[in-house]
């Protein structure tokens, strides 16, 4: 009789474990991203914005290598306003051409920003001609195109990667 009393009492406890640790699972997710939102607010609130301008400061298109590729060495540089400086684990961005999409690009190396203080770096876009269109191409080889970047950063924390949406600029060149 104790034998079946003791493993009605084990049955009787499984099914209680199981759903417990599923919601001790589930809550631990639930606070790791509900930490992660209230992350990204405070960095949003507190965190100044960076400035970041651009230059393009070199067209390179070989007729002769490829018909349908052109690349646009870009200089960056900017400030960082805030007491705490920053390390930039990857950046998107999105160039745009005369108001049309010409490319997307990353820069996946990291860049240290150091607090209260100036910083630059340069990337690489490069453009298919079949993608742009004739007209965007002759803007650029003109030296006479509105040219606009989008772009995201991605901060690692310990509550994950936080991205934050950026808008720069327009600029003719």
Request: aromatic fraction near 10%; glycine fraction near 6%.
């Amino acid at each position: 009789m104790k034998k079946y009393l003791i493993i009605l009492i084990i049955i009787g406890f499984i099914p209680i474990g199981t759903p417990v640790n599923a919601q001790i699972k589930n809550l631990g997710k639930k606070l790791k991203n509900a930490a992660k939102k209230e992350a990204k607010k405070a960095i949003e609130k507190e965190v100044k914005p960076l400035t970041l301008d651009y230059k393009i400061t070199n067209v390179n298109y070989n007729p002769l290598k490829s018909l349908n590729k052109v690349s646009l060495d870009i200089d960056f540089f900017g400030n960082n306003p805030n007491k705490i400086g920053v390390t930039l684990h990857r950046i998107e961005f999105d160039l745009y051409i005369d108001g049309k999409h010409a490319s997307k690009f990353y820069n996946e190396k990291k860049i240290k920003i150091p607090k209260e203080g100036d910083f630059a770096f340069e990337e690489r876009a490069a453009l298919k001609l079949s993608v742009m269109g004739k007209a965007i191409f002759d803007a650029i080889i003109k030296k006479k195109a509105k040219y606009r970047l989008d772009g995201t950063y991605f901060l690692d924390t310990k509550f994950g990667t936080i991205p934050i949406k950026v808008k720069l600029m327009e600029k003719v060149m």
